[in-house]
């Protein structure tokens, strides 16, 4: 169990760029979320894949945000156009698929900062 | 909707001493609910969880929390605090099999 990774962990970008995370979950987990967490709150949910389907977006999730987990591995969250408001820690989370609950395992996140 | 409350921005406690972070939580069925905790630089981790059963949970590191559906609470407690223990403190609710709602956070720091 090599725990999720995410990749880069830290990004610096100009107001305007692209950017774009990755996160590799544990292996046999099959479903993946990102979250994002801004200075001083708790993280908060924005997609969930089971497999390779998308299953929920939050509001959060603007037309300029687009997640992808093209074989059911890793998944990749791409920003366009960013905004200073962007500048947060991305994080991203596996699970197994179960009937009841089961634990997120979080990656390390990286952290975007927009000048 | 469903929210949850942590109402301590920061707490101070000496080391050795007990520690009891409150969690409130606003959810209309039963709710599955989570402690984590967040060291910098490192991702968040899981301290417990509550699905059913016993309201008192045991977790990692020394931690319990208790369950009370009256006061819709989720308290997290340990009995005698160790340096290490210092870092970020969350409450989770679990939605729906797949989300976390998470409060903002409880900073705990531990005096020598």
């Known amino acids: 169990d090599t725990g999720v990774s995410q990749d880069p962990r830290h990004k610096i970008t100009k107001r305007g760029q692209n950017v774009t995370f990755r996160c590799d979950p544990i292996s046999e987990h099959n479903r993946l979320y990102w979250y994002r967490q801004t200075l001083g709150q708790g993280p908060e949910f924005l997609t969930y894949?089971?497999?390779?389907?998308?299953?929920?977006k939050s509001r959060l999730l603007s037309d300029r945000f687009s997640a992808e987990r093209p074989k059911g591995s890793f998944s990749t969250l791409e920003i366009q156009r960013t905004e200073q408001g962007d500048s947060a820690m991305y994080l991203c989370?596996?699970?197994?698929?179960?009937?009841?609950?089961?634990?997120?395992?979080f990656g390390p996140g990286t952290r975007l900062t927009v000048l | 909707a469903q929210s949850v409350t942590q109402p301590d921005i920061h707490i101070t406690v000496s080391e050795g001493a007990s520690l009891e972070l409150r969690c409130n939580y606003s959810?209309?069925?039963?709710?599955?609910l989570f402690w984590y905790v967040q060291s910098p630089g490192q991702g968040l981790q899981l301290l417990l969880k509550?699905?059913?059963?016993?309201?008192l949970v045991q977790g990692i590191k020394g931690f319990e929390a208790e369950f009370k559906r009256s006061q819709s609470s989720f308290n997290l407690r340990k009995p005698s605090v160790h340096w290490s223990d210092a870092a970020e403190y969350f409450c989770?609710?679990?939605?729906?099999?797949?989300?976390?709602?998470f409060g903002t956070g409880t900073r705990l720091l531990v005096s020598p």
């Open positions: 894949f089971q497999n390779e389907a998308q299953l929920e």
């Open positions: 959810y209309g069925a039963t709710p599955y």
């Open positions: 509550y699905f059913s059963g016993d309201t």
């Open positions: 989370a596996s699970s197994r698929e179960a009937y009841l609950y089961n634990e997120q395992f």
């Open positions: 989770a609710v679990g939605l729906g099999f797949q989300k976390l709602v």
